[in-house]
């Protein structure tokens, strides 16, 4: 029988109770998936536009992540799933790398320190008027990796554009991708292990 998990990855300022993080647990939750969501602790403000102090949230995450995850056997499950949010991208990439589980991913908004840790597996979406990361960085990031990559015009870091109408359906439009994605890696989860 299958057993999945999945893992949300907040955010600095993005709990798991905001819209993107929210719905997506919702959809996962559907698809039958357990859910742990990770906790950070306290880490350090007035990170952006500062390479340093990005770094240190970064590693201070990932460390109480790993120490928080450790507990989890993640063997024992037919379908690991990672569902993150912007710095949140940067740890949940690297702990699957460290951990070597082959986790799908869904990236919402990732910073583009990301890429160093993103590999080639997950969906990615990212708002033209985020000014946490460039456009054609994203871009040309997900091209390398073959990743997917939904953009949403003029959308911010949190993938709203201050319209509540607009935003709400833009929100549909992510989750139907989202739910795309969550359907499709369940499914094929057998054939994906063939390709790692």
């Not at 999945?6 to 939750?29: E, N, T």
């Not at 990236?107 to 990212?126: D, L």
């Not at 003029?154 to 607009?166: F, I, K, Y």
Request: glycine content about 10%.
């Amino acid at each position: 029988m299958d057993k999945k998990i999945a893992v949300i990855f907040p955010g600095m300022g993005y709990h798991v109770d905001k819209p993107l993080l929210y719905y997506s647990r919702k959809l996962a939750v559907q698809y039958g998936y357990e859910i742990v969501c990770a906790q950070y602790g306290t880490l350090p403000s007035g990170i952006k536009g500062d390479a340093k102090k990005m770094y240190a949230a970064y590693e201070m995450a990932l460390g109480n992540v790993t120490d928080q995850l450790s507990k989890i056997d993640f063997a024992a499950y037919t379908h690991v799933l990672f569902i993150s949010k912007s710095i949140g991208t940067a740890v949940a990439a690297s702990y699957d790398a460290n951990k070597g589980i082959g986790a799908g991913h869904v990236y919402y908004t990732p910073v583009e320190a990301s890429f160093q840790a993103i590999g080639k597996r997950g969906i990615v979406f990212h708002g033209t008027g985020d000014d946490w990361a460039k456009t054609d960085v994203i871009v040309e990031e997900c091209q390398k990796r073959g990743l997917s990559l939904f953009l949403t015009e003029h959308a911010d870091h949190s993938m709203e554009t201050g319209d509540a109408l607009n935003d709400l359906e833009i929100m549909k439009t992510i989750m139907k991708e989202t739910e795309e994605y969550i359907k499709g890696f369940s499914n094929n989860r057998e054939m994906l292990k063939n390709t790692l």
